[in-house]
């Protein structure tokens, strides 16, 4: 797989010499367990995948290069790069300035920007509707486009199977900028229609039955279906695409759902299911799964909590916090900062969107065991710094140290 030249801030010898063993041992990716270090009465159990992605690293990379070779140009970004508020951070330190936030809204006017200024699109791509914006600006969007290979095979795809004759059912959350933009991609192809759960497609199941009122969709899926979208013609016929960073079992579990109704709805049989449903297993994003995956084979070990490392605004990340969640306490935190002390710890409550402070989150135990993994867009040096940070806080730092020295 390609090499990217990503500064070396965000690099950690420490954790690419485990991911390196770990990959020298494991070619095909099949062993999800973790990566056990022991420090002194500490052991960090660490996920078998986790950190930057081939999407987010190209993202950095292009992001980094535009800035290096445009020093007399104005540079701006139409939102952040990635969800890492520090990466993002950086880029705004060498001059780089937003369009629009993480929502779409506006930060600034599209009548500053020139034919002169460097407009970069970040990793999670951009509506039909801005990269239009930017050519009448005489911009030309794929110069400095960072949009994730794997975002733009779910683009192909829906343009694929909406020109032979599906409605694209897009698995996402309405308003991040990736749905947003697969959203119009796809529907400048076909007929498309927004889920963000499992929930809702039941939902969509009522109309494609005639359980529910056509009229009513309009109600309950608004703003998250295409112009002139009619739901007695356009649930005939489906296919189910996501935004790449959602939980990659609960897309399948829809997808598979979806196709359930069909077969049922229109008495099919095995060679006639591509007649109402098209098959779309192969986008989901594999680093995606790879960190779910490692996830679920570190849940295996025990325990005496876990550590997700990311953005607070970052899908991928929050996945992974919803996983841990379930078998023991998880704190989603940014950073090492975040481990104020041993008796207190802030993280982000992503269910509630705030930011709390937890008194008592390090057991007193003689020994601590904690489960650690990132999201795709967080730096390995951010992880290795958590690790550090910990066994600082549990007296191991000489065995931190003695381990990073090795």
Known sequence: MKTFDVPVQYRSPLISQIKAERKAA?????????TRLQLGSLEVILARHFGFCYGVENAIEIAFRAVAENPDKRIFLLSEIIHNPGVNADLQQMGVRFIMNTRGQMMMNWDEITVDDIV???????????EEKMREKGIEPTRYETTCPFVEKVWNRAERIGREGYTVVVHGKPKHEETRATFSHSEAHTPTVVVKDLEQARRLAA??????????????????????FDPARHLSRIGVVNQTTMLASETQGIADYLKQVM???????????????ADTRDTLCYATNDNQSAVQGMLEAEADFALVIGGYNSSNTSHLVELCEQQLPTYFIRNSDCLLSRNLIRHFDFHARTELETSGYLPQNTSLKVMITSGASCPDALVEGVIERLAELSNNAASFAALRQE
């Open 26 to 34: 494991d070619r095909l990716k099949k062993d999800f367990s973790p």
């Open 120 to 130: 970069v699109i970040p990793a999670f791509g951009t509506t039909r509707q801005v």
């Open 207 to 228: 109309y494609i039955t005639g359980q529910e009122q056509p009229e009513h969709f309009f109600v309950e899926f608004a703003g998250q279906h295409s112009l002139g």
């Open 263 to 277: 077969i049922s709805q229109y008495q099919l049989l095995p060679e006639q299911v591509t007649e109402h449903f």
